[in-house]
């Protein structure tokens, strides 16, 4: 059943911020405005994995009939302290988009910082 939002997607005014940290041998990403996270084996898949989790609850909130991300709240207190404590940006140049990569994956780039030792 196709939705009735008829408002233009504006990816640009989407802010994404979200703090990286290892706990064992993985990667966890912990978004800031929405709670999504993401873990991987690697920063270069973490980045691109967490990318991913975004632009899937962005898709399921319009196919819902709502804005982008809409209904999700912000993380809790801890991570946004745990990312203004570190001053390690995450800066991973995307994969050049393919045939399989929706094209709305490349036009979101959340900022990351990485956490060096977690508590």
Request: charged fraction near 20%; glycine fraction near 4%.
């Amino acid at each position: 059943m196709p939705n009735d939002v008829s408002h233009a997607i504006n990816l640009h005014d989407v802010k994404i911020d979200a703090v990286a940290f290892k706990e064992g041998d993985i990667y966890i990403a912990q978004g800031l405005q929405y709670d999504i996270s993401a873990q991987a084996a690697t920063l270069g898949e973490l980045f691109k994995k967490f990318t991913l989790a975004v632009v899937a609850n962005m898709a399921i909130s319009i196919d819902l009939g709502r804005n982008p991300l809409e209904g999700i709240p912000a993380a809790p207190q801890k991570f946004w302290e745990m990312f203004e404590e570190t001053h390690v940006t995450v800066d991973v140049t995307p994969e050049p988009a393919s045939i399989r990569t929706p094209s709305i994956m490349s036009a979101v780039r959340p900022r990351m910082k990485l956490m060096e030792a977690h508590p």
